[in-house]
């Protein structure tokens, strides 16, 4: 069963979707976060059921990184192989970007090369990054430009400079 939530947040109003699951940690396995006015973002669909309480401690852990207090996620998610989305490319990029460590960046080159897709694949990255639909918990604001100028993010650059702020990450 799909659910969905609305969580309040600096970036604005979060909208949560999740599968109902006896495996992930608070019981609901994360499939869409996603901010206000995001290129891409999830809309609820028909069937979709209003479940707050089913997000109670993805919520508590999004309130605990914005208050400066929690560095990593323990959310269950779904990928491809249990209901969630992605090719296969795009779930090795999204891997990777879940070992970006808090209060750091790397670049897109070297996301490619991480994944076996250096040279010309950069460009591939940088769509299946664009891709992600877990903003904020699957850290792809962690990824600049080679430069070290900010580049790319769905939920706008603004919102990438707060993420990295919020983190002391900004490249001067």
Known sequence: ???????????????????????????????????????????????????PGAFEEIARQLRAY???ELRSFTIGHADAADG??????????????EDIP????????????????SGAGVRAVGTAIGRNPLLVVRPCHRVIGADGTLRGYAGGLERKERLLGLEGALVP
């Open 66 to 68: 914005f208050a400066g």
């Open 1 to 51: 069963m799909t659910v969905y939530t609305e969580v309040d947040s600096p970036l604005g109003e979060l909208l949560l979707v999740g599968e109902v699951s006896a495996t992930a940690p608070g019981g609901t396995a994360l499939l869409s976060l996603s901010l206000p006015e995001q290129k891409g973002a999830t809309v609820v669909r028909d069937g979709w059921q209003r479940a």
């Open 102 to 117: 808090y209060g750091r960046t790397v670049t897109y080159g070297q996301i490619a090369e991480q994944v076996g897709a």
């Open 84 to 97: 969630g989305s992605g090719t296969v490319f795009q779930r090795r990029v999204w891997r990777a970007l």
